[in-house]
Each structure stands twice: as C-alpha cells, then as structure tokens.
C-alpha cells in the first residue's frame, strides 16, 4: 500500500518538473519570437526612413527640374508666339500695296518667321529613377504616374517641333535659293515685289505659321500641367519634411 503512494507522489513530482520545464521551453520560444519581430519591426522601420530620406530626395531634384523646365517653357511659348505673330503679319502685307511696307519692319517680321526653337527640357532625375527601377520609391500616386508618363506625355511636342524643324529648313533652304543679297544686304523691295508673293503662293510662310502656331498651343497646353506637378510635388517635400525626413 505505502509504496503505492509512493509511486503517486514519485509521478506526480516528475509530472510537475515536465510542467515546468514546458513552460519554460514555452518561455524561451516567446521570447525568441518575440526578439525577432522586434529586430524585424526595426530593420522596417529602418528600410523605411532610408526609402522615406531617397524619396525626398528625388523629389526635390525633381522639383528643380520641373522649375527648369517651367523657365524654359516660358521662353519657347514667347519664341513660338512671336514666329506665329511674324508669319501672320507677313500674310497681312501681302494683302497691302508693296510702297506702302516699310522694308525695315518687314526684315523685321522676316527675321522673326525664320526663328525655331525647341524645349531643352531636363529630365536627369526622371531618367535616374526609371533606370534605376527605383520609381515605386514615389508614394504620391499623381506624382509617381506623372514620371512613369512624362516621356510618353512629351511625345507629341517633340513630333511638333520636328514638325516646326521640318518647315523652317525647308523656309531657310527656299530663301537661300531665292533671297538675293548685295554687298551683305538683302535686296528688300525684290523680297515685296517679287519672293513675298512666290513665296505665299507656295505656302512657304503658311507652313511656317501652322507648324509654329500648333507647337505654340501646345507649349501653352503643357504649361498649367507642369505647374500644378510643381504644387503637387512641392508640398510632398513639404509633408516629408515635417515628418523629419
């Protein structure tokens, strides 16, 4: 009987060192787990700041870029607004007495249609983000889906100013066939009486005027586009900063 009891107690004492030992062992397992999530939840948040820091980054040479490129809109708006203006003014005269146009205004408006001019935009942060694969770095969807688009969105200006290329050589290359010069001057009342007249027949300047007065249009359509990208951007830098990044 005694020894009965004393296997009970014998069993019962070893059922509570496995009791024991299990929890321990369940001890060291949480705490383990629990290290490692801490040690991930820091190397995130680590990963993060660092994302966050070449997100501001990016954003802010792409600011001084679109500032860039705003500037020189602004001179390719003027530029293509005067050509349009000269070509426009030109088909005017033909229409008037050729006494009664002054030859200086007219070399003038002449020297105005044979301007061409294109966008020198600046696109290195663009060019770096897309060919670094680093774009999805962007959190702003606007912003991200305006660099993954800009070369696509910039597709027809450049067709554009090809366009405007195309009929200013073929305006340049006409008129160096047919403008005489004497003594490095040019001879202007044969450019009224006769090359101003051939020259229209031949739609010469109205090329000039419809290439440059599209490429004008279009460079005024891009114009509140990029401006409200510069806003956009310009506060994301803001709110990265605030947030001490």
Known sequence: MFRFFRRLRSDAVA????????????????LVVIGILIALYINDRRDFRADRQQEVTYLREFHKDLEGNLEELDRVIEKSGLTTRACDSIIAFSRRAPEDISNEQLMDFQLEVMGYTKHMTLEGTLEDLQGSGKLAIIRNDSVRRAMATWEADMRLLRELEVDGKRSFENYLDFLDAHFPFYERHPDMEYFKKVLLNQMLYLNRVSDRAITTDFLHE?????????????????????RLEKDGF
């Open 15 to 30: 059922y509570g060192r496995f009791v024991r030992y299990l929890l321990y062992a369940i001890g060291e397992i949480a």
């Open 218 to 238: 279009t460079y005024l359509g891009v114009k509140p586009r990029w401006e409200m990208l510069l806003q956009t951007v310009g506060g994301e830098i803001k």
